[in-house]
C-alpha cells in the first residue's frame, strides 16, 4: 500500500481553517514504545510503498535505525516566549516553545553505549510510534512523510540501582520545529500496517575475532563469533551472510561450519600466504550493507558485527 493511502493528515492553516464538527473517527496516540531515528532529510514518498520490506530497506541503507521497548517517557511542554508592549499592555508571541521528550529504557547496561552512538546534534529525525503500533510523522510539502527534526539527541547519567528503584538508562530528544507537531502532524493508524510494531527491531551488534593467526598454507580461518549484549553464540549465519577478503580482495569460502560450543565459525579457502592480510566481517552482497538479514519475513532477525582481521604467519 502506498504511503498516500494510509496517511491521515492535520494541517491547519489561516488560509484552510479545519472544521470544527466531531463526526467521524478520533485517532489518539497511545503510550509512546518505540523510538525510530532516521538519518535526516530522509523522506518516504507519498507513492512509496510502505511496509516492513521498505523498512528493512531503509535499515539495511543506514537510514533509519530502531530503539524498542521504552519503559518510562516524559514529555517537557513547550513555553512560548512573549514580550507586553510597555505602552499598551498587548502580549505577542516572540519565540514558540520547542517540544522536548526524555525516554528511558531497562536494557542493562550495554543501552548506554547503544545510546552513546546515537547521540547528535542536529543529525537526526524521530519517529514515534505507541504500544497499539501507531506511528507519527510529519507531512512534507511534497505530500510524503518524515520523522521530526531534532536539534538535540543527549545521552543521560546511568540510573543505578537504588532501593526500589531499577536501574536505567535514557536520552533526551529536543525537537526543532514545533509546527511539525502543531500544523503538519500526520499519522497512520496500525491496522493500516502489515507488520507488528515489536517486528521493527534493531540490528543485533556482533563481536568477531580471529583467536589465533592462520599458518601458512592453511584452508581454514576460524572466526569467534558472539554477541555483545550478553555474549551467546550467534548461530545460523551462513557463507552469504559474511565478507571475507584476503589482501583486500573478497574471497568466497567453499564452506563454513558452526560449532556452538566453541562459539566459532570455521571458513574453507584456497590456501593462505604468509604475510597475507585477511579481513572477515557480517554482510549482506545483495543490497552492499553491513546489516545482514536471517530468516526474512514476520521472524527475520538483524546482525551487523566489527572487522575481525589477522595476518597470516610463517609455518
Known amino acids: ?45 507519498s507513492s512509496d510503498t510502505y511496509n516492513k520490506a521498505y523498512l528493512r530497506t531503509q535499515q539495511q541503507a543506514g537510514n533509519m535505525i530502531p530503539l524498542n521497548d521504552v519503559y518510562d517517557f516524559s514529555w517537557t511542554e513547550p513555553t512560548d516566549e512573549r514580550e507586553t508592549a510597555e505602552a499598551t499592555g498587548l502580549n505577542s508571541t516572540t519565540r514558540k516553545g520547542l517540544y522536548e521528550l526524555t525516554v528511558m529504557f531497562r536494557k542493562g547496561l550495554y543501552q548506554q553505549k547503544v545510546l552513546e552512538s546515537i547521540e547528535g546534534d542536529d543529525i537526526w529525525d524521530v519517529q514515534l510510534v505507541d504500544d497499539e503500533g501507531n506511528e507519527l510523522w510529519t507531512q512534507t510539502s511534497t505530500g510524503g512523510a518524515k520523522g521530526f527534526t531534532t536539534s538535540m539527541v543527549a545521552v543521560n547519567p546511568i540510573q543505578f540501582n537504588k532501593g526500589g528503584t531499577s536501574q536505567k538508562t535514557g536520552i533526551t530528544i529536543q525537537f526543532s520545529n514545533s509546527l511539525q507537531f502543531n500544523r503538519n502532524l500526520a499519522w497512520i493508524a496500525s ?56 589482501n583486500g580482495a573478497t574471497v568466497t569460502p567453499s564452506g563454513v561450519v558452526a560449532d556452538s560450543d566453541a562459539k566459532t565459525y570455521t571458513f574453507t579457502v584456497s590456501a593462505l600466504s604468509t604475510s597475507d592480510t585477511i579481513e572477515v566481517k557480517i554482510y549482506d552482497s545483495s543490497e552492499s550493507s553491513p546489516i545482514a538479514i536471517l530468516n526474512p519475513g514476520a521472524d527475520d532477525v538483524l546482525y551487523k558485527s566489527n572487522s575481525a582481521t589477522s595476518v597470516v604467519v610463517a609455518s
Open 1 to 45: 500500500m502506498a504511503l498516500i493511502d494510509q496517511l491521515n493528515i492535520v494541517n491547519c492553516s489561516f488560509q484552510d481553517l479545519k472544521g470544527t464538527g466531531y463526526l467521524g473517527g478520533k485517532f489518539d496516540f497511545k503510550n509512546l514504545k518505540d523510538v525510530r531515528f532516521w538519518k535526516k532529510g530522509t523522506v518516504t514518498a
Open 191 to 246: 491496522e493500516q500496517l502489515d507488520y507488528l510494531r515489536e517486528e521493527i527491531t534493531g540490528a543485533n551488534q556482533v563481536k568477531l575475532s580471529i583467536p589465533a593467526a592462520p599458518v601458512d598454507a592453511a584452508t581454514e580461518i576460524v572466526v569467534k563469533t558472539h554477541l555483545e549484549r550478553g555474549g551467546s553464540f550467534v548461530s545460523g549465519l551462513a557463507v552469504g551472510n559474511f565478507l571475507v577478503k584476503v
